[in-house]
């Protein structure tokens, strides 16, 4: 199917269904006492179990995190104006149907919206097919969330959506700290 025709189909079951959260939200805007800050994160992962754990430690990080298990539910929610996405955090296998590269390329041809790639696989084919994307980066699952964290905000701050995050720096005398 073309992408034109994809992202249509996209557009118009948001409009039948009425539904912009078309996968599951495990944080909303204020929960964490980030205020008008928080950045929104769709996580894009056809392993239920790995959504859910992932999006309960991004949202400790302070990120609201919409979730959505295929590429279809992926383009309709990035498209979606309500809620707004900050970022995309793409698994490259989602299953049947299509895959997180294409999805990835689709999305970024609608929108502009940094992109990580976050997924198990490395071996060189999957991570050429990735490089071929316009992306912020590749994250390996199980790399630690102080990793994932870093890069999400190194992605949105080159982005332009870093508003409100501390940006971290180095003195010699005092070691990393932030302000």
């Given at each position: 199917m073309p992408a034109r025709d994809i992202i249509a189909l996209c557009r118009r079951t948001k409009a039948v269904t009425g539904n912009s959260d078309h996968g599951g939200r495990e944080s909303k805007q204020g929960e964490t006492g980030v205020g008008a800050s928080q950045k929104t994160i769709l996580l894009v992962d056809d392993d239920a179990l790995v959504a859910r754990s992932q999006s309960k430690l991004l949202a400790k990080?302070?990120?609201?995190?919409?979730?959505?298990?295929?590429?279809?539910?992926?383009?309709?929610?990035?498209?979606?104006?309500?809620?707004?996405?900050?970022?995309?955090?793409?698994?490259?296998?989602?299953?049947?149907?299509?895959?997180?590269?294409?999805?990835?390329?689709?999305?970024?041809?609608?929108?502009?919206?940094?992109?990580?790639?976050?997924?198990?696989?490395?071996?060189?084919?999957?991570?050429?097919?990735?490089?071929?994307?316009?992306?912020?980066?590749y994250v390996v699952k199980g790399t630690g969330i102080a990793l994932l964290t870093a890069t999400i905000r190194r992605a949105l701050e080159m982005h332009g959506n870093a508003r409100g995050f501390t940006k971290p720096t180095r003195s010699p005398e005092q070691g990393l700290k932030m302000h």
């Open positions: 990080q302070g990120f609201a995190v919409i979730t959505a298990s295929n590429g279809t539910e992926a383009i309709a929610a990035a498209l979606s104006d309500e809620p707004r996405i900050d970022l995309i955090l793409m698994d490259i296998d989602l299953g049947e149907g299509i895959d997180g590269t294409d999805t990835a390329k689709l999305i970024l041809r609608a929108r502009s919206i940094p992109l990580i790639f976050l997924s198990s696989h490395t071996e060189m084919e999957i991570m050429k097919k990735a490089e071929a994307v316009p992306s912020c980066g």
